[in-house]
């Protein structure tokens, strides 16, 4: 796993980090997903860590989604929150997701050093779902 730099993570506030500490620690809907029917691996090319994103759906909505795969602090609890932020929900609410939906929901600033870190885990799910066009490519734009 790789280890963050600490100066990426000066004037966070402690509560949320303790909540992403806790997400990366205890990753929630982590492991695969047999029977899943769509699934889809992909890998930050800045650092090489990749995560696959597994999911079963039913009647147009994510019953179960399983993320697995290795990474930093900030993108396996991303990957952590936005499983638990897709179960249940419509599947249409993948294209609807944005990149400040995923920030907002990570709740602590993220520089421009660990953008891709904390959106690697919603570039999955969106090309898994719909394919590399849907995603905008550039995390910072
Ligand atoms: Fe690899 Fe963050 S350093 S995903």
Redesign the pocket.
């Known amino acids: 796993m790789?280890a963050?730099n600490p100066n990426d993570l000066l004037d966070v506030d402690p509560l949320m980090m303790d909540v992403l500490l806790d997400h990366y620690k205890h990753p929630h809907n982590f492991g695969a997903l047999p029977g899943a029917d769509i699934v889809h691996a992909e890998g930050?090319p800045?650092?090489?860590?990749q995560m696959e994103i597994a999911l079963k759906t039913k009647d147009g909505t994510i019953e179960d989604i399983r993320f697995q795969g290795k990474?930093?602090i900030?993108?396996q609890a991303a990957a952590s929150i936005l499983t638990d932020m897709m179960k249940g929900e419509r599947l249409d609410r993948v294209r609807e997701l944005t990149k400040d939906d995923m920030l907002e929901n990570i709740g602590i600033p993220i520089g421009p050093m660990?953008l891709?870190?904390a959106l690697?885990a919603l570039k999955v799910l969106k090309a898994g779902v719909y394919g590399q066009a849907e995603w905008p490519g550039e995390e910072d734009d």
């Not at 800045?46 to 860590?49: F, L, N």
């Open positions: 790789t963050p930050n800045s650092c090489g860590d990474g930093c900030i993108s660990r891709k870190c690697l």
